[in-house]
């Protein structure tokens, strides 16, 4: 089997370029920013659990031993947590921890929604551009007169501009898109536990501890419920 017969560049234009733009245009410059920045992400160090966790465990260790009210500030180098664990000390309360954490969770997971449904959506236009490239290619043939060598052109390349549209929408986009979700989903969880560890620890030094328990199931359940609208698989039967 000849590889060289599957390389296109005319073919790859069409289909990817078009692709792009078209996903630009519908999802939106931002959107499209925060997708490139999301993708970024995926090639970088991924939330570091531990360390995060080795810091709270010495913050609550402190907690214990000095109580709330001479507890200080320990940045952990998390905004997200320093500026949750800053809120529970200065208000004394686990109750401003949930807050502080819950929004910026809400945030991290907005923009990895928004980035999984532009991936999402640029995978479901890859096969639309694979079709519209073989019927460039068939539109040019001549309406008399074909010679062999056109035809065969013809049809070798409406045919791999439908393999270039399902191949980028399935072995590229479908899942870098899923990449995101599913390091959105770890992280998040990994915060979830570390917080909830740190506001039970709290708990025991404060005069009126409230329950902790609803926040965790609130922040998951706002967690997959943005995930859940979001398609994951491209069919190429329902594509072509």
Do not use: K
């Amino acid at each position: 089997m000849n590889l060289g017969h599957l390389v296109d560049p005319a073919a790859a234009a069409i289909v990817v370029g078009g692709t792009l733009v078209a996903t630009v245009l519908r999802a939106g410059v931002q959107d499209c920013a925060q997708t490139l920045r999301a993708l970024s992400e995926l090639f970088r160090p991924a939330f570091d659990a531990d360390t995060v966790r080795g810091e709270v465990a010495t913050l609550a260790s402190q907690i214990r031993v000095d109580g709330m009210f001479r507890a200080r500030p320990r940045h952990l180098g998390d905004i997200a947590f320093d500026e949750a664990t800053d809120a529970m000390i200065e208000q004394r309360s686990t109750e401003a921890l949930f807050e502080r954490h819950a929004f910026h969770a809400r945030a991290r997971i907005d923009a990895a929604v928004a980035a999984v449904r532009t991936l999402t959506m640029a995978a479901d236009l890859g096969p639309v551009f694979g079709l519209a490239g073989t019927l460039v290619s068939l539109s040019n043939l001549p309406s008399q007169g074909i010679a062999r060598s056109m035809f065969m052109g013809a049809i070798s390349m409406s045919v791999l501009t439908t393999l270039y549209g399902l191949l980028f929408a399935n072995l590229v986009l479908a899942p870098l898109g899923r990449a995101v979700e599913r390091r959105c989903e770890r992280e998040e969880a990994e915060r979830q536990e570390i917080t909830e560890w740190l506001a039970a620890q709290v708990q025991r030094v404060l005069p009126h501890p409230g329950p902790v328990s609803f926040h965790a199931h609130a922040q998951q359940q706002h967690l997959q419920g943005h995930f859940a609208q979001t398609p994951h698989a491209v069919d190429p039967r329902e594509a072509a």
